[in-house]
C-alpha cells in the first residue's frame, strides 16, 4: 500500500491544471504522439490523482510509455481528480477495449472488481493494490516496501548521534506497520544498542493532517530521537518541518522527497511503479494472469534514492555520506541473496 503524498496533486486541481470532466483529457494525446504500427498492442493506464508533479505516478507513466515502445504499440493515459473521475476513466477505458488496462492505487480495487466481473476478456493490471477477489483477468503488483525502509533504519543507525531514533507512522495496522517496524530492525542490526519507538497519526485524517503529524514528531525529538522515519502520507512535511527546527533529520517515502526540505531530508524508500508497470504487462502479455506479484530489492521495485543514479543531485544528506553507503549496498546485497530475511509486519 502506498503512502503517497497529496499536496501537489490537489494543488494541481486548484490551479485548474486538470481537465476532467469526463473519461477524456488531455493526456489521452500520448496514443496519437505515440501510436505504433497497426497491429501493435495498446495499453491504457488510469491514475487516481493529476500526474503533475507527482514522481510516483509519472513513473508510472514511463512504465507504460516503456511498454508500448517495446512491443510498437500505443499508450493511453486517464488522469483522475476525484472519485467521479476515476469511475468515468476507468469505464472510457473498458470501452476503448485496449490490450491491458493498468490502474494504480487502492482507490481502483472496488471499480476494477465490478469492471473485471462484467468484462471477463478484458485484462487489467492493478499496481500497489489487488481487488479482495481473485479474477482471472485482474493481475496485481504489490510491493516489499518492508525491505526499503529497514535499510533506510541502517542509514539512520549508523548516523544517528543519540543512539535514538524513531517512526511516525499513519495508523497502527501490520499494513502500516512496514513503514515503521523494519526501520527499528534496521537501525538495531548496525547499531545494537539503538533505542527505537514509533508515534502514530490517526484522527479523522491520518492521510492528510500536517499538524498532528508534526506534534508526534516532536514528542520524539522532545526525548532526544534524531532520525525519524516520516511515513505519514500527506503529513511527512508536518514532520521535516518538526525535524528541521530540531537539527534532526528524517527520511521519506514513495519518491524522492528530498527538495522538500533539504539538509534534513536523509534518504527515500522509493517504489518504482515504472518497473512494476512495465514487467506487469509483459507478464500479463505471456497469459500469465488473474496472480499477484510482488517487486522488492530484489526485482528493482524498491530501492532507496540514495542507491539510485543521480544520488549527488538528489539533495539527499545521504549523498555526503559514501561511507554509509557502501554498507547499506552491502545490506541490500544481502537481502537479495536471501542471506537476509526482512521480516514483514504485515505477514504476521
Do not use: W
Not at 18 to 45: E, I, M, Q, R
Not at 89 to 114: H, M, S, T, W
Not at 115 to 126: D, I, R, T
Request: charged letters at 20%; aromatic letters at 6%; hydrophobic letters at 40%.
Amino acid at each position: 500500500m502506498t503512502l503517497r503524498t497529496r499536496s501537489l496533486q490537489l494543488a494541481a486541481v486548484a490551479a485548474g491544471t486538470v481537465l476532467l470532466t469526463t473519461g477524456c483529457n488531455a493526456a489521452a494525446k500520448d496514443s496519437a504522439d505515440d501510436a505504433g504500427t497497426s497491429g501493435g498492442k495498446s495499453f491504457t493506464l488510469v491514475t487516481p490523482d493529476p500526474v503533475g508533479q507527482n514522481e510516483f505516478l509519472k513513473l508510472a507513466v514511463t512504465g507504460l510509455k516503456s511498454a508500448a515502445k517495446a512491443h510498437d504499440g500505443s499508450q493511453k493515459v486517464y488522469q483522475s481528480s476525484d472519485t467521479a473521475s476515476q469511475q468515468q476513466n476507468v469505464q472510457a477505458a473498458v470501452d476503448a477495449k485496449p490490450d491491458v488496462i493498468v490502474l494504480v492505487g487502492f482507490e481502483f480495487a472496488d471499480i476494477v472488481a465490478q469492471q473485471a466481473e462484467k468484462n471477463p476478456k478484458q485484462q487489467f493490471l492493478m499496481v500497489d493494490a489487488c481487488t479482495t477477489k481473485t479474477y482471472k483477468n485482474v493481475s496485481c503488483a504489490v510491493f516489499r516496501e518492508h525491505e526499503g525502509v529497514y535499510l533506510a533504519g541502517a542509514e539512520a543507525g549508523l548516523l544517528s548521534k543519540s543512539g535514538k531514533v524513531g517512526a511516525v507512522d499513519v495508523l497502527d495496522t501490520p499494513q502500516f506497520r512496514r513503514f515503521s517496524d523494519p526501520f527499528a530492525a534496521g537501525a538495531k542490526q548496525v547499531a545494537p544498542k539503538t533505542s527505537t519507538s514509533t508515534r502514530f497519526v490517526g484522527g479523522q485524517s491520518p492521510f492528510d493532517d500536517s499538524a498532528r503529524a508534526k506534534e508526534q514528531a516532536n514528542s520524539l525529538l522532545s526525548k532526544g530521537y534524531d532520525h525519524l522515519m516520516a511515513a505519514a502520507a500527506a503529513g511527512n512535511y508536518g514532520v521535516f518541518e518538526a525535524a528541521k527546527a530540531k537539527g534532526a533529520y528524517a527520511y521519506g517515502v514513495d519518491v524522492n522527497q528530498c527538495p522538500s526540505a533539504p539538509g534534513t531530508v536523509v534518504d527515500n524508500v522509493i517504489k518504482r511503479t515504472d518497473v512494476a508497470v512495465e514487467k506487469g504487462i509483459e507478464q500479463v502479455l505471456d497469459g500469465k494472469t488473474g496472480s499477484t506479484v510482488s517487486y522488492g530489492l530484489k526485482e528493482g521495485g524498491i530501492s532507496l534514492t540514495g542507491l539510485e543514479d543521480g544520488v549527488d543531485t538528489s539533495k539527499c544528506v545521504i549523498a555526503q555520506h559514501k561511507d554509509v553507503l557502501k554498507k547499506i549496498e552491502a545490506l541490500r546485497d544481502q537481502i537479495v541473496s536471501g542471506e537476509l530475511k526482512v521480516d514483514d509486519p504485515a505477514a504476521k
